[in-house]
T-cell receptor, first 116, second 115 residues
């Protein structure tokens, strides 16, 4: 079984500063993907960034980077230069292997609030 | 390039009524997923299709729930004899098995309220 843990229910960050959202995971699958999604109050889940379990380098997408530490089973999201529009819920998720259906297991989420 | 669409966006129904939701995936995506999200929680997997075949159902999907994807394109999720505990956001996502990371892209969701 897979499990995702997000220990920060809520986080505040000052506009233009960087913030790290924590995510730890547990799985018995040898191959998996790690994803971060943003969910604004409108409800839609917006894909941010992906890290494969065999990827050697940490993923980056614009202001988002993923700090992947496989031995610690952590996949923290770093948002640089926070903007007011970054205020939202953030979910860490892990996928099953593609040949097992690729379905996602989500953590409980972290609510990020950016202060002007 | 249109994303995943879901209809209706909101549904209010009385306990005991049947409801049906529709999901239109990204056109070239062959996998389609349904998730349920209750207030303050992350989404939970319900079921998925590869083309028209329903390949897995979660234990969350009781006998009152049925999903179809008749031609491998759009999908419907029906809930019969709704209960107040069915109140949630129902999210649909699609992906393409041909992409290396097979990212799932989500629709805007259908918010169901059972009175």
């Amino acid at each position: 079984a897979q499990k995702i843990t997000q220990t920060q229910p809520g986080m505040f960050v000052q506009e233009k500063e960087a913030v790290t959202l924590d995510c730890t995971y547990d799985t018995s699958d040898p191959s998996y993907g790690l994803f971060w999604y943003k969910q604004p109050s409108s409800g839609e889940m917006i894909f941010l960034i992906y890290q494969g379990s065999y990827d050697q380098q940490n993923a980056t997408e614009g202001r988002y980077s993923l700090n992947f530490q496989k031995a610690r089973k952590s996949a923290n999201l770093v948002i640089s230069a926070s903007q007011l529009g970054d205020s939202a819920m953030y979910f860490c998720a892990m996928s099953r292997p593609k040949n097992a259906g690729n379905m996602l297991t989500f953590g409980g989420g972290t609510r990020l609030m950016v202060k002007p | 390039d249109t994303g995943v669409s879901q209809n209706p966006r909101h549904k209010i129904t009385k306990r005991g009524q049947n409801v049906t939701f529709r999901c239109d995936p990204i056109s070239e995506h062959n996998r389609l997923y349904w998730y349920r999200q209750t207030l303050g929680q992350g989404p939970e997997f319900l079921t998925y299709f590869q083309n028209e075949a329903q390949l897995e159902k979660s234990r969350l999907l009781s006998d009152r729930f049925s999903a179809e994807r008749p031609k491998g394109s759009f999908s419907t999720l029906e809930i019969q004899r709704t209960e107040q505990g069915d109140s949630a956001m129902y999210l649909c996502a699609s992906s393409w098995t041909g992409s290396p990371q097979e990212t799932q892209y989500f629709g805007p969701g259908t918010r169901l309220l059972v009175l």
